[in-house]
């Protein structure tokens, strides 16, 4: 089992509408969960980063956790061109040197 | 607000040749990491710098690859001998005590 799984996607999806990424996990050792956004040959901009299980909302972005069924999700509201994009999840242990392990990575593309 | 920097953008080399990617951490931040991202792959860690000395290194910083942080600003990575098969991005991080990591515009390495 890999130790982290995210659909690559592409996700199309019309201006607008609400979009739905998805990671699961299997190191039941990660303690922080975090999802950035990055643009074709630019480096990982960071969205949200949490710690606990629960929803955390950043104005049309809300990121959800599940630690008991190992399952992060990032929830776009109101999508906009300007969310194109490729969006990572990546987590990290506690206690450690702050490696982070990522996502395959789900690229975005919403239409006008 | 402050930002990781990162020279070149882009760096073309010849095989076996030596390269040195230079990253500029956010100035108070402790924690320093680089990471390589080949074309279509997830971004993968390569190696964890705290306090002057590697902290953690990945299965890929083998013997080929250094690391320094040869003043108070700059951190470098170097590739001796380059092959093929280390074109990439290379995205520098850094991050202060338990925050999350900020990453760079990353350098495009191709070797030919």
């Known amino acids: 089992q890999k130790e982290v799984e995210q659909d690559p996607g592409p996700l199309s999806v019309p201006e607008g509408a609400i979009v739905s990424l998805n990671c699961t996990y299997s190191n039941s050792a990660f303690q922080y969960f975090m999802w950035y956004r990055q643009y074709s040959r630019k480096g990982p901009e960071l969205l949200m980063y949490?710690?606990?299980?629960g929803n955390k909302e950043d104005g049309r972005f809300t990121a959800q956790v599940d630690k008991s069924s190992k399952y992060i999700s990032l929830f776009i509201r109101d999508s906009q061109p300007s969310d194109s994009a490729t969006y990572l999840c990546?987590?990290?242990?506690?206690?450690?040197?702050?490696?982070?392990?990522f996502g395959q990575g789900t690229t975005l593309q919403v239409k006008p | 607000e402050p930002e990781v920097t990162q020279t070149p953008s882009h760096q073309v080399t010849q095989m076996g040749q030596e390269v040195i990617l230079r990253c500029v951490p956010i100035s108070n931040h402790l924690y320093f990491y680089w990471y390589r991202q080949i074309l279509g792959q997830k971004v993968e860690f390569l190696v964890s710098f705290y306090n002057n000395e590697i902290s953690e290194k990945s299965e890929i910083f083998d013997d080929q690859f250094s690391v320094e942080r040869p003043d108070g600003s700059n951190f470098t990575l170097k590739i001796r001998s380059t092959k093929l098969e280390d074109s990439a991005m290379y995205f520098c991080?850094?991050?202060?005590?338990?925050?999350?990591?900020?990453f760079g515009p990353g350098t495009r390495l191709t070797v030919l």
């Open positions: 949490t710690y606990s299980s």
């Open positions: 991080a850094s991050r202060p005590t338990e925050d999350t990591q900020y």
């Open positions: 990546a987590f990290r242990r506690s206690g450690n040197t702050g490696k982070l392990i």
